[in-house]
């Protein structure tokens, strides 16, 4: 079965400061890809960045980065320079090529000012 | 562009009633799905979707049915809700689903929040 894990609820962060959240998962597939997705109070979903796990290079997207370590089959994000509009829900999730995405239990950031 | 559109925002239903959650798409998307929100539990799929004709179980698909007649709409329908139903549903699409087209991602609708009595 797949699963998705993240093991901490709940973070916060000075704005300015950096955090790492993290997610592990569990797959038998050797091809798929990762996502990490915000969901603000609106609740909408939004997508934060993007990993192929045949690439071995981390994603980056302005002050979002991931370290991706595909033998240790984790998967964490870490957002520079926090602002106050980081306030939100983080989703880890990871989809297999039969269209089946699955998302972890969520973390809940607060940016404090 | 509309992107992903679910309507109602918000809906109150009594235990046994029925009702379609709608959900359309003007991207021309091949894969649709929809997902419960749950506390706690994060997002889980009930049932998707790679084409007109065709759909599929996700992974809580039981008291659920979905039809797929054209590739803009993707509806849900709660045949005999219950309190255990009680959830965040939203529908997401994407080009294929499948992740290979470069920068394929999914695209949510807004949330439906449903309370059922």
């Known amino acids: 079965a797949q699963t998705v894990t993240q093991s901490q609820p709940e973070m916060s962060v000075q704005e300015a400061e950096t955090v790492t959240l993290s997610c592990t998962y569990d797959?038998?597939?050797?091809?798929?890809?990762l996502f990490w997705y915000k969901q603000p109070p609106s609740r909408q979903m939004i997508l934060v960045i993007r990993q192929e796990a045949y690439k071995q290079q981390n994603a980056t997207e302005n002050r979002f980065s991931v370290n991706f370590q595909k033998a240790a089959k984790s998967f964490s994000l870490k957002i520079s320079d926090s602002q106050l509009g980081d306030t939100a829900m983080y989703f880890c999730a990871f989809m297999i090529l039969n269209n089946d995405m699955r998302f972890g239990a969520g973390t809940r950031l607060t940016v404090k000012p | 562009n509309a992107g992903v559109t679910q309507t109602p925002k918000f809906q109150v239903l009594k235990t046994g009633q029925s009702m379609t959650l709608q959900c359309a798409q003007d991207?021309?998307?091949?894969?649709m799905s929809w997902y419960r929100q749950d506390p706690g539990m994060g997002l889980r799929l009930i049932h998707y979707?790679?084409?007109?004709?065709?759909?599929d179980q996700g992974e809580v698909p039981n008291g659920y049915n979905v039809s797929r007649s054209t590739t803009e709409d993707f509806p849900l329908r709660l045949l005999s809700a219950a309190p255990s139903q009680t959830s965040v549903y939203f529908c997401?699409?994407?080009?294929?689903?499948?992740?290979?087209?470069?920068?394929?991602?999914?695209?949510f609708g807004s949330g439906t929040q449903l309370s059922v009595l």
């Open positions: 997401a699409s994407s080009y294929s689903g499948t992740g290979r087209a470069t920068n394929e991602k999914l695209f």
């Open positions: 979707s790679v084409g007109a004709g065709i759909t």
């Open positions: 991207m021309n998307h091949e894969y």
């Open positions: 797959t038998s597939e050797s091809n798929y890809y």
